[in-house]
């Protein structure tokens, strides 16, 4: 069982930034693939970006592309979503995921997701 913590979310203006980090019980962190997922009030939860398992490459949503940067260190079991330029409409609780799929966007190939840390973008 992998438990995972999201931070770092809060209250930013529209063009700000935000890093959200998430921390991983699982001493075998590595061999995960690691995503971030968003979900706004009334929507369905989307795909934001990933990491696959021994750091072999990331991938985003054409949304967030060149905005936000995935990044994970192993050996302290962390997953940081850096994210730039952030527009109201992001404005969502974001989740942190764990699964065993080399590459997948959707939410069903992750196994273990945290709690969620709420991102606020005004306008």
């Known amino acids: 069982q992998v438990q995972l913590v999201e931070s770092g979310g809060g209250l930013v203006q529209a063009g700000g930034s935000l890093r959200l980090s998430c921390a991983a019980s699982e001493r075998t962190f590595s061999r995960y693939t690691m995503g971030w997922f968003r979900q706004a009030p009334g929507k369905e939860r989307e795909f934001v970006a990933a990491?696959?398992?021994?750091?072999?490459?990331?991938y985003y949503a054409d949304s967030v592309k060149g905005r936000f940067t995935i990044s994970r260190d192993d050996a302290k079991g962390t997953v940081t979503l850096q994210m730039n330029s952030l527009k109201p409409e992001e404005t969502a609780v974001y989740y942190c995921?764990?699964?065993?799929?080399?590459?997948?966007?959707?939410?069903?190939?992750?196994?273990?997701w945290g709690q969620g840390t709420q991102v606020t973008v005004s306008s």
């Open positions: 990491i696959r398992r021994n750091g072999d490459g990331t």
């Open positions: 995921a764990a699964g065993l799929a080399y590459y997948s966007t959707r939410s069903r190939s992750f196994d273990y």
